[in-house]
């Protein structure tokens, strides 16, 4: 939920659960009218004194559950780690794929063996960032760290947001983000972090 003030007319949209949480455990940080306005939606709904004490406890659950999460984000030296591992990982990856082209392709058309190439980078970069971050939620890297990537409630992650996570990577300057912010671009962007295994 964003902080700051939601209309009256979408706070009809809320469920029970988030609208007690407004008032609970994420009180601050929302706009004061936002808190009075999810208070009389709660009171229109006519919450019973029981349903009330169990969404309050679920609330609480779950930003504990959060809370926890976040104490297992890995810190940038971590990440930079992964970065390095990774990065000589991969480059020994596309050494082996040369010598394998060189040994396939006996062709003196540079352009088919500039393009053959190319194809063969962004394959191997898909499968060791993608396919390994999707079946194993880490790669090299990761294992070496302790580290895997979760989904931002602890979840594991599914195949769309590991693909945006994997193209994201893409980004100039990614990997560097995560030194100057406490998530980087592919983490931001494919709501997803990574924490201690």
Known sequence: ????????????????????????VEVHKHHPDTIKAAERELSKRSVSKMQM?????????????????????TNSGV??????????????LILAGTF??????????????????????FILF?????????FFQKTLGKYFTKTKVVNLDGSK?????????????LIPFDRLSFLLFKKGFHDKLSHTQVIKD
Do not use: H, W
């Open 1 to 24: 939920m964003a902080s700051g003030k939601i209309a009256n007319t979408s706070i009809r949209n809320y469920t029970d659960l988030e609208l007690v949480k407004i008032v609970t």
């Open 126 to 134: 898909l499968v060791y960032y993608g396919v390994s971050e999707y």
């Open 100 to 121: 394998i082209l060189d040994a396939v392709f006996s062709t003196s058309n540079k352009e088919l063996l500039l393009s053959i190439g190319y194809g063969m980078v």
């Open 157 to 169: 992650p599914g195949a769309l947001a590991i693909l945006i996570r994997t193209l994201c990577r």
């Open 53 to 73: 004490a169990s969404l309050v406890k679920a609330a609480a659950q779950q930003n504990i559950a959060v809370q926890e999460i976040q104490s297992y984000v």
């Open 79 to 92: 990440r930079f780690l992964n970065f390095t591992i990774d990065f000589v990982v991969f480059i020994l």
